[in-house]
């Protein structure tokens, strides 16, 4: 009997070091991706660097604000088309469905975020940048909204599937409409859960490259205008980083310092929104 | 006295569950009806079809009329969101909602609706508070949120929600069955005092309960009504054996 006890506490202690290992395997690449960033990345972020175009090539300094600007706008333009959209669709699917087109929905949403980024890019080169002959910020945003509507789908139609049923009886029996009942008192009760798969859905986007190259396709000025090619973040970092220029390399080390951060710091806010759900 | 609420051979299935049996019954105005009987035999399948709920549920089928005041709710064109404003319902777990303070909870049947002037909304919230007993222990914490209240507060919230909208029925169903004596005492002196302005159905396990509370009683056993009456002849003199061998606590 004794030894069985020593043997499963030395099974037992074996198996949580093992886990502990496995925890530490993953954190390990994580620091290493994050410190070296930061160490090649710092040096070259100055006041220039967020207010400044891109020098022209062979001169020295420059920045990458029409990058981030771009960024921004396009996946302001993506939230634009996209939240609505998932948000909309996980109401029908949580709410009314049931039906034969909730699973074709839903399987066409897995479907799609799936899909490698590089084709949903491709799709957008199609549907938006052949037909309107040229390259856009809005092709870029639709492109981006692709990948988001997915996410935010299925996340969201997963939160609302956890609001109590009572809730929902509660309101009815008030005279409330069903519509007014799913924003009002579901959608509402979810929130935080919602807003915490809308936040990843925006720090995915953020760092997508491939399906903004041959939509938004980039620019070396300030771009503005949605109809016409659009610099992005990640676009700038690619493009300098196979530059041959040992000072574009260091402007696109501070780009992936800039573009790492907020990824960061939206995976910790959508944490946060998570946490303080359970809590209350 | 007037009928409320008049049932007419009203049939209930679910897919292939038949849950209420060709039911005929009627709810004088001003009164509390109390439907008993052992569990599953259909009492709350009943009670949610006189305000509609169960045009939720894609499988239920409701035949038969359910006339409120002469008016068959389930006629074509009959709008099921007016019925439920007519037609109140207080649930058996107390269900305020969570991301509200207690105040709006109160007013939540207006302010899910649209907006609500201030003075009124503070007007109904006083008032409403008063007819369920609560705003003395409240008053003071009117902004904060309704889950910090105890169970029999947030029971007596609901109810307070309820008559807010102005009802002219209120469905009750097994009201006070997750609650302690003291708060289901509360919650039965109050249904005594809401019966001089409203028509009361009430869902309820509680022989005693049942006896104290009601005007009218109808018992159902597997979808069927067995008897329904004075509250008083039930509990004393019922015509069935079925009813007797119930209340008695011979079965059930
Ligand atoms: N949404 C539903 N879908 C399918 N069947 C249902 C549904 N609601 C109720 N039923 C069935 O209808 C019958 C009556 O159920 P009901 O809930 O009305 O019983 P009850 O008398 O209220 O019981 P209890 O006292 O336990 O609450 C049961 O056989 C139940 O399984
Ligand atoms: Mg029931």
Redesign the pocket.
């Known amino acids: 009997m004794m030894q069985s006890v020593t043997y499963r506490k030395m099974k037992n202690h074996l198996m949580s070091g093992l886990m502990l290992a496995c925890t530490l395997a993953v954190l390990v690449p994580l620091g290493l991706i994050f410190f070296h960033i930061l160490k090649m990345g710092v040096s070259s972020l100055s006041l220039d660097f967020f207010t400044h175009v891109p020098a022209p090539t062979g001169e020295p300094g420059g920045g990458m604000a029409n990058g981030m600007v771009g960024s921004a706008i396009m996946i302001a333009g993506a939230s634009l088309i996209g939240l609505p959209v998932g948000i909309l669709g996980a109401i029908y699917l949580s709410e009314f469905g049931g039906s034969k087109v909730s699973t074709l929905i839903r399987f066409a949403a897995d479907v799609l975020s799936g899909t490698p980024s590089i084709i949903t890019g491709m799709v957008a080169y199609t549907l938006l940048v052949v037909p309107m002959k040229g390259f856009s910020g809005l092709a870029g945003s639709v492109a981006l909204a692709m990948i988001m509507i997915p996410i935010v789908l299925r996340t969201t139609e997963e939160q609302l599937k956890m609001v109590p049923g009572s809730l929902r009886e509660a309101s009815l029996a008030l005279g409330v409409p069903f519509w007014r009942t799913s924003l009002k008192v579901t959608l509402r009760s979810a929130l935080s859960g919602v807003l915490t798969g809308v936040l990843l859905a925006v720090a995915r986007i953020a760092g997508e490259t491939a399906p903004l190259l041959f939509t938004a396709l980039g620019n070396q000025f300030w771009s503005k205008n949605v109809m016409q090619p659009m610099a992005a973040l990640p676009l700038q970092i690619f493009s300098f980083a196979i530059a041959p220029y040992e000072d574009w390399h260091r402007l696109a080390w501070g780009g992936a310092l800039v573009l790492v951060t907020v990824m960061f710091a939206l995976s910790l806010t959508a944490r946060y929104f998570g946490r303080t759900r359970q809590a209350g | 006295m007037n009928n409320k609420v008049q049932l007419e051979q009203v049939n ?1 299935h ?2 292939k ?1 038949h ?2 049996r060709d039911i005929s019954m009627t709810f004088p105005e001003h009164s509390v009806t109390a439907i008993i ?12 079809s006189i305000n509609r709920m ?1 045009d939720l ?1 894609p ?2 089928r409701v035949t038969g009329k359910i006339l409120v005041d002469d008016g068959d709710i389930y006629d074509r064109g009959v709008d099921p969101v007016a019925i439920r404003r007519r037609v109140g319902m207080v649930f ?1 777990k107390p269900n305020p909602f969570p991301a509200m303070s207690i105040y709006d909870n109160v007013i939540a049947g207006y302010k899910l609706n649209g907006r609500l002037p201030r003075e009124e909304a503070d007007e109904i919230v006083e008032s409403c508070l008063k007819r369920v007993a609560l705003w003395d222990e409240v008053k003071d914490r009117l902004k904060s949120n309704a889950m910090m209240l105890s169970g029999g507060q947030q029971q007596r919230l609901c109810i307070a929600r309820t008559i807010a909208v102005k009802p002219e029925v209120i469905l009750m ?2 009201p006070a069955s997750a609650l302690d004596p003291i708060s289901t005492l509360k919650i039965e002196e109050l249904i005594e005092e809401l019966k001089e302005r409203y028509t009361i159905i009430i ?1 309820t ?1 509680n022989m005693q309960q049942a006896a104290r509370v009601s005007d009218y009683t109808a018992f ?1 056993y597997m ?1 069927d009504l067995v008897e329904c009456g004075e509250t008083k002849k039930i509990f004393t003199t019922p015509e069935q054996k079925q009813t007797e061998d119930y209340i008695t606590g011979r079965f059930g």
Do not use: M, N, Y
Request: hydrophobic share 35%; glycine share 18%; with cysteine.
């Open positions: 209930i679910f897919g569950t849950a209420v009987g052992p569990s599953g035999c259909g009492k709350s399948t009943l009670l949610r169960h549920v499988s239920a058996q169903d097994e869902v396990h159902l979808g």
